[in-house]
């Protein structure tokens, strides 16, 4: 069976971490008390996969994959005494009856595929392209999803509020920026470059989690909100030596109940997200939308909570 191992000590079995689901007893605070059997390992009944950082248990070696480590044969591992001495593979152990050398023997070790060269000492004459053609590729890393954007049709490459816009093309020196922003504030520089179009679009995503998730009567409480209507071609104003007019839309106010009011400020901001980049007519009328979803959200503020 082929196993993953620690480069440095050969071990097999690393701490990690998983996400369990299980039975519980809870107290009448809604607080957990113990078990449903007494038993924790007995009353899982989901888990997830396990995640790093491993911490390998012989030698507490971190890393942040298994699959960045070097694979083998169960059976080809060093073996371990009761002392806990490790026992080396002598020369003349590595023979067979057909006359097989240490070298045959050294070809067949973990990070040496049979192909690689090795000196008189078993040493690869290319340790480290052998290692690297031996270990298992890494997994591609794909960009985070992030639905209710990307039901927009916003890509994850596209959007500042993913921490990935402008990353590809960004040279090594920006990039080492990036990170170190990062690890300082716990996001970067890239969130700050259309700041308009980030807070819509987390406002916006959020807000549609919440109106999927939220577990209060959002149709309880009414507000007085602003809403915006279309203005007529008679009604346009344009300043001296523009072809397009100082506004599209004039506010006009009415009741409405929380879930109205979050669905109205939720399609402005789509419209916002879609054209906010737009030049013209619509960029224009974007921006009208996107002042007036922030006015209707400040409306509803102090009730937006579950």
Known sequence: MKIHYCPKCSGTKFHAHQ?????????????????????????????????????CVTCGAEYDSLYELPVTDSDELPVTDSEGEEHSVKEEEC???????VNDYIQEQPGFPPDCETDREGIGTDEKL???????KKKKKHPQRHKYLNNLGIRSTECCI??????????????KRFKK???????????????????????????KMYLDLAIVDLTYHT??????????????????????????YREE???ATQEEAIKLACEYMEYYLKYGGACGESEYRATEMGICSLKIVAEIFGALWW
């Open 253 to 255: 106010q009415k009741e």
């Open 181 to 207: 922003q990062r690890k300082k504030y716990g996001f970067d520089e890239r969130e700050t470059w259309s700041l308009d179009y980030t807070l819509i679009g987390w406002l916006y995503s959020h807000l």
């Open 19 to 55: 996400l369990c689901r299980m039975d519980i007893i809870v107290d009448g605070n809604n607080n957990f008390y113990e078990s449903a059997s007494g038993s924790t390992a007995a009353d899982i009944y989901d888990s997830e996969t396990p995640y790093g950082p491993y911490t």
């Open 162 to 175: 993913f921490n990935t816009c402008g990353y590809r093309d960004a040279g090594k020196e920006r990039k």
């Open 130 to 136: 052998c290692e690297k053609s031996h270990q298992k």
């Open 95 to 101: 023979g067979d009856p057909q006359g097989g050398t």
């Open 223 to 248: 507000f007085k909100i602003p809403y915006l209507v279309a203005l007529k071609d008679d009604e346009l104003t344009f300043a001296q030596g523009c072809q397009l007019p100082d506004r599209y």
